[in-house]
């Protein structure tokens, strides 16, 4: 499977990385990565999420040790101990989450990492940030200005290899424009690098090449300029997946019944005034870019942010919640992306699940051993969680752990259960059977609001989709029309294929 | 990408920028400023308020001055030690052993010795917690013990006999009479502490302390940097230890009990984050003054100085409230 | 590491309580070495009865522990509890013990506003309060002085330092009922389920529907009540109450729950490991002064003895 095609035997690679592997625990992020990346060109990194992407580039860069495989750059072995070596080699990582020091100025954190100051304004300005004040302290600048000054950094060191991990999903568009520019002009230096995204337009308008990593493996090298995104979005997808979806492709008809939750012109920071209304016995996603007001929508049903304006009704009466307390009780409960903060990391399963059944002062008093141990163990069934290493839920792997999350609101009761992005960083075995318990979960009578990042697996789960857009609602469909194509357009607020097409064109 | 505004970021006018300098200094000049209206207090209070008097507070706000440093530099870093008074202790009982009935030059280079060994003493706090990553707050429990035994196992009991010269070197005033000794040797402080802030070393300090994986991923060496914020700790905790054999003319095993203490309150109400990473040595060193300015006040107005360590109290949570409340409404 | 000696480590992990026990017979073997013949029932006696006040103390530290908060206060209120009692026992005994059970709930009950409400960190608040507190009692002790010297009335006395059956100290009776109690609740209430829960992840606890605040708020008042208690029978032990009774137990109060291997993070721990813990350093300063030990050495060892069990638990129990 892991055979590697398209690859003409050309001049030798700037770097080759030879079935690196990496596990934690019992997880294993990184089972046989291969990467070759050559002198002078822009090497796109793709996976979905969990396939090991982020694993892959800190072994890289020296931030994680590997437990197998090798590293040649330059013609020379290398084990990079640490991201200061990695960085006297010439290799250099700009993260997502900028790791400038939030309480240095950026002139000291400069000094910090002995970056040459004449090269750093000059990059800036390349970058559109003139005059910038070097005083400033990134603590108290926004986002995608970080972003910009920790590339113009890397860049000032002029590294070999520059790697990008997701740098765009933080920058709007123009912004983007700008660091393909300057990423082209590192490229025509004769240097390289390689570029991590979820965007296939931004990919294929880019790159020259794309290695596709898919549940810790390579599993193809492409050429993502002409008509290659297809390929790309098939390897990265997997025959496991294609199956999955031809089989959630029919959905059964559901059984819709009155309204859960309504919801009025809602607002809070991003989400700027959402109408919709969920109703008992379905499934229904939401789909939508980073940052489009969906994280808002689901904390303010949670109870987890106050709305700053907008009604959310439960069962046809007016809520305002004020603690995630208030929307348990009427029945609304959140199931989190990242799964440290919903779980006790070092308790028990049985704990863990037992939680909301001791949430409220009423319940401090003596725990009934015998009804806990049952509902536990009925939502421990029900899920079917390996339950070898109990003791502590740290132990668990991934989807274990997210499976415990979900068990402990089957083991306490709720009407409207709020996913999101429940199988982020989850193997496809249990991402089938959270969607199945998902379906499931709305056939016997709940409601269900899904968020996933995964664009196609929302048809497997979701009976209707809503569309969100720079926090407005922007489309409404019925799953069965929700295919990628379809939501990827209205994800981007798009409405017609030709605009899109246009649209991809100019952010290059 | 249709996010079409554009949302370039403007690019920002370089020289004073008022907002950042209240947010990035406004808490020490605060503090500064609550001092100086506790010593017109004092003047109102207590009419005839002179040199002596001044002389008295300087004095008195020597060591936990010292302290105050010591612990800044460690708090920094991301850390706290609750071995500061200990090590003072240590520095002290050292100091007089060393210069018992010696002469000023002999007095100094003792003082030098002293000032290398419990610096290593510090360091060797950190170390031990970067070796066994057991929390800053349990090792340094327990090393509180240890120095505090070892300053024991140095000298019984109470015992005098700095030199009078050496004393002198904080007691005296010989450039004013408002201008104590006592008060110039504060300037060891910036002495060390400016040139190593503008370091990469100083720099990493405060990385550490800021954002562990930020600072990781900037090329810092967290183990290292960690053990030198103890070692400055160490340092400053020595001229501690040696402010009090200066001011005091003793030497006193349990000298340094109070300080560890006291040292936490000057940081908290000076502006360092006991997160790490914010704040600097002015704002400590001003509240050094204020916490030993309470009691003298409550003196002068006749009331019982036991009322001092409860304002004390009643201060740092007030303080701390007040740093909660801003940061809240920062945030909104 | 081969499969056998992992799952050795298991077992010792999961169950260090017994690696605690064994060090405490090692330690008393130790004795025995020394001095054939000095372990016997009233050395025992006199070891419970030394251990309980600490042990209690420990008690209110090792459920703040829990949370992941540290409570330095507890040495403050133990004096200020047995010294208001003591000065109060003219006006009545009742009224006395009262009060100063009174002392530890009110204490305690401001530390849980301060951390639970307005969010100020347990180190800075309880620093603060134990300043208050001390504050406080001074100037209480310099206005009082005229109405007599403290007494330690007899009932408190006998808890302290009084025998059944000529050789079990009657503290063990409380210490044991409230060790019992802890044990328990910790493990088998949603209080206690709760404690653990907000020392691992204050966050997931929110999410789960849990009001933090109530529940920290009234582990401090439990913390502080408890502090109160062992001030009592600390002043019963040593058959006196002056204003510094109990400050040298501040630090033994965190070194018992650290060598009882509660993580000073939260989250994790027990109260059995914390008696356990009390006893040990008890036992150890036991050994010390059989040895003949001068009291700065003491303290060397001491201090040397945590930190080599702390690195112990982290490092080679450690996780991860």
Same mark, same amino acid.
């Given at each position: 499977m892991a055979a590697i095609p398209d690859e003409p035997p050309a001049a030798p690679d700037l770097l080759e990385a030879r079935g690196l592997a990496k596990h934690f625990g019992p997880v294993v992020a990184l089972r046989s990565a291969d990467l070759g990346v050559r002198a002078g060109e822009i090497h796109a990194l793709m996976g979905a999420n969990g396939a090991g992407k982020s694993t892959l580039v800190k072994i890289l860069t020296g931030a994680l040790v590997a437990d197998g495989g090798t590293i040649t750059l330059g013609g020379r072995q290398r084990a990079f101990r640490s991201t200061s070596e990695a960085r006297r080699a010439g290799l250099i990582c700009v993260y997502q989450d900028p790791s400038l020091l939030p309480d240095l100025t950026v002139m000291q954190n400069l000094t910090l990492t002995a970056t040459p100051v004449r090269k750093f304004r000059h990059y800036l300005n390349e970058l559109g940030l003139t005059g910038f004040d070097l005083q400033a302290m990134p603590r108290e600048l926004a986002r995608p200005t970080l972003s910009l000054l920790e590339l113009a950094r890397a860049l000032a060191i002029e590294p070999q290899l520059l790697l990008l991990d997701e740098i765009t999903a933080s920058l709007p568009a123009d912004l983007t424009v700008r660091v393909f520019n300057v990423a082209r002009h590192v490229r025509d230096e004769g240097r390289s690098v390689i570029f991590i995204s979820h965007r296939l337009a931004e990919v294929a308008a880019l790159c020259d090449r794309a290695t596709v990593l898919r549940d810790g493996r390579t599993v193809g090298v492409v050429e993502p300029a002409q008509g290659g995104e297809e390929r790309i979005v098939k390897l990265m997808l997997g025959p496991v997946a294609e199956e999955v979806a031809a089989e959630a492709a029919s959905p059964s008809a559901p059984a819709v019944g009155p309204v859960a939750v309504e919801v009025h012109d809602l607002k809070l920071g991003m989400l700027g005034g959402v109408s919709f209304s969920l109703r008992y016995g379905e499934v229904l996603g939401v789909a939508a870019l980073e940052g489009q007001g969906q994280q808002e929508l689901f904390e303010s049903l949670a109870g987890v942010r106050t709305p700053e304006s907008g009604q959310i009704m439960v069962g046809g009466k007016a809520r305002t919640f004020h603690h995630p307390a208030d929307a348990i009780r009427a029945g609304l409960v959140l199931i989190p992306a990242d799964r440290l903060q919903s779980l006790l990391r070092q308790r028990s399963v049985r704990e863990n699940i037992a939680l909301p059944l001791v949430n409220r002062l009423s319940r401090w008093g003596v725990i009934n051993p015998r009804r806990e141990k049952r509902r536990v163990a009925k939502a421990i069934k029900r899920l079917q969680i390996d339950t070898r290493a109990q003791s502590e839920v740290r132990r668990l792997s991934g989807g274990n752990q997210q499976k415990v999350g979900i068990a402990r609101w089957l083991a306490s009761g709720f009407k409207v259960l709020l996913c999101f992005d429940p199988t982020r960083g989850i193997d496809i075995g249990t991402k089938r059977q959270i969607y199945g318990l998902v379906k499931e979960l709305a056939a016997s009578g709940s409601a269900v609001l899904l968020f996933t990042s995964e664009l196609p697996e929302i048809q497997l789960a979701c009976n209707r989709v809503i569309v969100l857009f720079g926090g407005q609602l922007v489309d409404e469909m019925p799953a069965a029309e929700a295919d990628e194509q379809a939501l990827l357009r209205a994800a981007h607020g798009l409405h017609s294929e030709e605009e899109a097409e246009k649209q991809m064109q100019e952010g290059a | 990408?249709?996010?079409?505004?554009?949302?370039?970021?403007?690019?920002?006018? #370089? *020289?004073?920028? =008022?907002?950042?300098?209240?947010?990035?200094?406004?808490?020490?000049?605060?503090? !500064?400023?609550?001092?100086?209206? &506790?010593?017109?207090?004092?003047?109102?209070?207590?009419?005839? !308020?002179?040199?002596?008097?001044?002389?008295? &507070?300087? &004095?008195?706000? &020597?060591?936990l001055a010292f302290a105050a440093a010591a612990q800044t530099a460690i708090v920094l870093s991301g850390g706290i030690d609750l071995s500061i008074g200990p090590l003072m202790a240590l520095a002290n009982v050292l100091s007089l052993h060393a210069t018992l009935g010696h002469d000023l030059a002999y007095s100094l280079a003792a003082a030098a010795v002293v000032l290398l060994v419990v610096t290593i003493a510090g360091a060797l706090n950190g170390a031990i917690i970067v070796v066994t990553r057991v929390p800053d707050i349990v090792i340094t429990l327990a090393t509180s013990f240890i120095w505090a035994g070892v300053a024991l196992l140095v000298l019984a009991r109470p015992t005098p006999g700095i030199p009078l010269d050496f004393q002198n070197l904080a007691q005296g005033s010989a450039v004013s009479p408002w201008v104590p000794n006592a008060l110039l040797l504060l300037f060891v402080i910036p002495l060390l502490w400016v040139p190593l802030r503008r370091s990469r070393a100083g720099l990493s300090i405060y990385a550490v302390g800021s954002d562990r994986n930020a600072a990781f991923r900037s090329g810092v060496d967290l183990g290292w940097t960690?053990?030198?914020? %103890?070692? =400055?700790? *160490?340092?400053?905790?020595?001229?501690?230890?040696? #402010?009090?054999?200066?001011?005091?003319?003793?030497?006193?095993?349990?000298?340094?009990?109070?300080?560890?203490?006291?040292?936490?309150? #000057?940081?908290v109400l000076g502006g360092v984050s006991l997160a790490g990473g914010r704040g600097g040595m002015l704002g400590p060193v001003a509240a050094a003054y204020i916490l030993s300015l309470i009691p003298a006040v409550l003196i002068y107005l006749g009331i019982d100085?036991? %009322?001092?360590?409860m304002i004390q109290g009643v201060l740092i949570v007030l303080v701390v409230m007040i740093g909660g409340i801003g940061a809240v409404l920062r945030r909104t | 590491m081969s499969a056998r000696v992992a799952t050795t480590l298991r077992v010792v992990q999961q169950r260090s309580i017994l690696v605690l026990i064994g060090l405490l017979v090692a330690l008393a073997a130790l004795i025995e070495i020394i001095r054939p013949g000095a372990v016997n029932a009233s050395w025992v006696s006199n070891i419970l009865e030394f251990a309980a006040p600490l042990g209690i103390l420990a008690a209110g530290q090792t459920l703040v522990v829990i949370t992941g908060g540290i409570d330095l206060s507890v040495a403050n209120v133990a004096t200020a509890a047995a010294y208001i009692m003591a000065s109060q026992v003219p006006h009545g005994v009742v009224r006395a013990i009262v009060l100063g059970l009174l002392v530890g709930v009110v204490v305690g009950m401001i530390n849980g506003i301060g951390v639970a409400v307005f969010r100020v960190q347990p180190l800075i608040m309880t620093l603060a309060m134990g300043l208050v507190v001390t504050g406080s009692l001074n100037v209480y002790g310099q206005s009082d002085r005229a109405r007599g010297v403290p007494v330690v009335p007899e009932v408190i006395h006998t808890l302290g330092s009084g025998t059944v059956l000529g050789y079990v100290p009657v503290s063990l009776f409380l210490w044991g009922a409230l060790a019992v109690l802890l044990i328990v609740g910790l493990r088998g209430t949603g209080f206690g389920r709760l404690l653990y829960a907000l020392g691992d992840n204050p966050e997931a606890t929110r999410l789960a529907g849990v009001r933090g605040w109530q529940v920290l708020l009234a582990n401090y008042t439990a913390c502080g009540l408890l502090s109160a208690v062992a001030g009592l029978v600390l002043a019963g032990t040593v058959n006196a109450a002056d204003l510094g009774l109990a400050t040298i137990l501040l630090l033994p109060s965190v070194a018992a729950v650290v060598i009882g291997g509660t993580s000073i993070f939260g989250g994790s721990g027990s109260y059995s490991g914390t008696f356990v813990g009390a006893l040990i350093l008890t036992v150890l300063n036991s050994v010390l002064t059989l040895l003949d030990v001068p009291d700065a050495v003491k303290q060397v060892l001491y201090g040397a003895i945590i930190v080599l069990l702390a690195a112990v638990y982290t490092r080679v129990l450690g996780r991860d």
């Open positions: - | 990408m249709a996010t079409a505004e554009a949302t370039a970021p403007a690019p920002r006018p #370089a *020289g004073v920028n =008022v907002g950042r300098a209240v947010r990035r200094y406004g808490w020490t000049a605060a503090v !500064y400023v609550l001092f100086a209206i &506790l010593m017109v207090a004092t003047v109102v209070i207590k009419p005839d !308020y002179g040199p002596f008097e001044w002389n008295t &507070l300087t &004095l008195a706000a &020597l060591p960690r053990v030198l914020a %103890y070692a =400055v700790g *160490g340092f400053f905790a020595a001229c501690g230890g040696l #402010a009090l054999s200066m001011t005091t003319g003793v030497g006193t095993p349990l000298a340094g009990t109070l300080y560890t203490l006291s040292a936490v309150s #000057a940081i100085p036991n %009322y001092g360590q | -």
